[in-house]
T-cell receptor, first 114, second 115 residues
Framework: DTGVSQDPRHKITKRGQNVTFRCDPI?????LYWYRQTLGQGPEFLTY????????KSRLLSDRFSAERPKGSFSTLEIQRTEQGDSAMYLC????????????FGDGTRLSIL | TQLLEQSPQFLSIQEGENLTVYCNSS?????LQWYRQEPGEGPVLLVT?????EVKKLKRLTFQFGDARKDSSLHITAAQPGDTGLYLC???????????????FGQGTILTVHP
């Protein structure tokens, strides 16, 4: 169990640029989740995958956000035309399928928009 | 309106003191989880409580699920500087035995324990 890995850990970019984050889940976990967390607040759900299928997207996930998990393993989260309000920590988590299966979180990607 | 209301939002105490953090809602949950998050890291699951009235202990941490499964508390005895962090409660979205996967978190309690 090598844990959930996220890359990069930090990203600084100018407003209007596109950014892409990667998440590598725990290998035997078929569920993968993306959350966003602002300073001093709890994480907010963005979207989740079961294998390669994206099963739910939050209203927080505007048209500028897209997530993929093409082979049911790693996932990418892309933000196009970044805005100041996109500055946050983006957390990835993975779990096995089933009720009350614990989610294991990565250490996140901190995005700062200049 | 937050589904889960955590209180207090901030807590600053001296080493050796006891403290309690609360997580309240008007909704009934099948289970509730507590996480601890340190700066620059992801949340780490501490415990899951499932049964109304359940009490679980993890060293100096005691977790209780309300009888009606609407609220929970986390009590820390003899706090230490290493307990410093953001404490989050969270509930999974389950309905009719189907797990919908996503977690809804409270806004968290930021705990600082001074030496």
């Amino acid at each position: 169990d090598t844990g959930v890995s996220q890359d990069p850990r930090h990203k600084i970019t100018k407003r209007g640029q596109n950014v892409t984050f990667r998440c590598d889940p725990i290998s035997e976990h078929n569920r993968l989740y993306w959350y966003r967390q602002t300073l001093g607040q709890g994480p907010e759900f963005l979207t989740y995958f079961q294998n390669e299928a994206q099963l739910e997207k939050s209203r927080l996930l505007s048209d500028r956000f897209s997530a993929e998990r093409p082979k049911g393993s790693f996932s990418t989260l892309e933000i196009q035309r970044t805005e100041q309000g996109d500055s946050a920590m983006y957390l990835c988590a993975s779990s096995r399928q089933g009720p009350d299966q614990p989610q294991h979180f990565g250490d996140g990607t901190r995005l700062s928009i200049l | 309106t937050q589904l889960l209301e955590q209180s207090p939002q901030f807590l600053s105490i001296q080493e050796g003191e006891n403290l309690t953090v609360y997580c309240n809602s008007s909704s009934v949950f099948s289970s509730l989880q507590w996480y601890r998050q340190e700066p620059g890291e992801g949340p780490v699951l501490l415990v899951t409580v499932v049964t109304g009235g359940e009490v679980k202990k993890l060293k100096r941490l005691t977790f209780q699920f309300g009888d009606a499964r609407k609220d929970s508390s986390l009590h820390i005895t003899a706090a230490q500087p290493g307990d410093t962090g953001l404490y989050l409660c969270a509930v999974p979205h389950n309905a009719g035995g189907t797990s919908y996967g996503k977690l809804t978190f409270g806004q968290g309690t930021i705990l600082t324990v001074h030496p």
